[in-house]
């Protein structure tokens, strides 16, 4: 049982975003806006494993919160899949403080790509209506989650990445 | 060395007596320094129903409520058979299902909350849900033991109002924040703050007459349109149970 928890353990961490997206907790948010919780899990898994796995587990990732949203018109998928590729380009850094702070970084902007492809996709589909109204609220969203995603990923990506190496040494 | 035995092993303060005295002697000057506080309150307490002003107040406005109530069914009653007479849409109370907020997604672009009743509990896609203060959204789809909620103020959502004062039409656009705009496709609309928009009875989506919100700011005219702000009556944030309505269409 152990052992088992010990090989899969990436994939039950995997299991556990949709679950803290639907949960939304809202003393962890900032402005109402939540961390983009996907990019914790695909930034360690794609410098690990790769850009092929990381397009992968961002197609799925996007899949899984597409159906959990209720906005059929918008999806997630595109930018968590550019995300996956990229991430999946970086490499570890030998120094664990400026990994630190690049874990932050990559993941604000991860967030940023994210946000601004789901935007253009609601920009698009309401072309012909008033756009102008859409800007102030979009800013806001996509700071506020820039902000806190790179607030929180050092954190996160640090022990994710940690675990699921660890993970990968086991197998 | 001589032992003296003992002649018996009573002493006062074994005496439980003596203790309940002392209890109450504490007690006695307990009340004297606090200046016979307990009495009072404890008199507060037992006279409180029969206080002549606040008797008569709550007695008052019982019968307030109960006016209310049947004046409110009353009109209810009137406004479906008017309804039924005119061939328009409309809502009964039996086909209310309450249901809790089980999941809430209120900020960035998703803004959405899942309930507890699904088709299994006859919750139908497109019903209304409503919640203290009014509209919160339509059921987007539904699985055999939830339902999914798109609020109006997703980016999604776009229903049509009405706007009672100047009995006008408009339309309501969910931007993705907390204040939904409103749409008047007329420039010489005389909206101003306070406003009351409710549900439109011109709309096939919802049933007229649900309580929506109230314009918070009014932007420049533009290109023949002039928008609002909508400060919503209902709060999905803190909203805990809601009351799903299935729409007769």
Known sequence: MNNFLKKNLSIIVYIFIPIIFLWHPNWLGFLGVQPYWPL????????????????????????????????????????????????????????????????????????????????????FKNFSDSNFLLFIPTFKNILAEVFLTGFFSPFFCSQFSRMFKFSRRKL | MLEIPRISTSRWWHKKKIWVLFGIFLFLIFA???????????????????????????????????????????????????????????????????????SRKTGSWWRQIILNKGSRDGVEIGSIVKGPGGLLGRVNNTSLFTSSVTLI???????????????????????GDDSPSLILFSKDADIKVGDFISSSPASTLLTPNIPIGIVQSIDEPHKAKKIAKISLLAKPHVIDWVQILKVKI
């Open chain 1, 40 to 123: 914790f899990w695909l930034l360690p898994w794609s410098m690990i494993h790769g850009s092929i796995n990381g397009i992968i587990f961002g197609l799925f990732l996007g899949l899984i919160l597409d159906s959990l949203t209720v906005d059929n018109s918008f999806t997630q998928i595109p930018g968590l899949i550019l995300c996956g590729f990229l991430f999946g380009r970086i490499k570890f850094h030998s120094d664990i403080l400026v990994g630190h702070f690049r874990y932050g970084l990559i993941c604000s902007f991860g967030s940023f790509i994210c946000g601004t492809l789901y935007f253009l996709q609601i920009l």
């Open chain 2, 153 to 175: 103020t997703s980016p999604e959502s776009k229903l049509g109002v009405w706007v009672d004062r100047i009995q006008i039409n408009g339309l309501l656009v969910g931007l």
């Open chain 2, 32 to 102: 004297r320094i606090s200046k016979g506080s307990i009495y009072k309150d404890f008199y507060y307490f037992i006279s409180k129903p029969f206080w002549p002003g606040q008797f008569q107040k709550d007695v008052i406005l019982k019968s307030i409520d109960q006016e209310s109530f049947i004046k409110l069914n009353l009109l209810e009653k009137d406004n479906i058979r008017l309804r039924k007479i005119l061939s328009l849409q409309e809502s009964s109370n039996n086909d209310n299902i309450s249901a809790a907020v089980i």
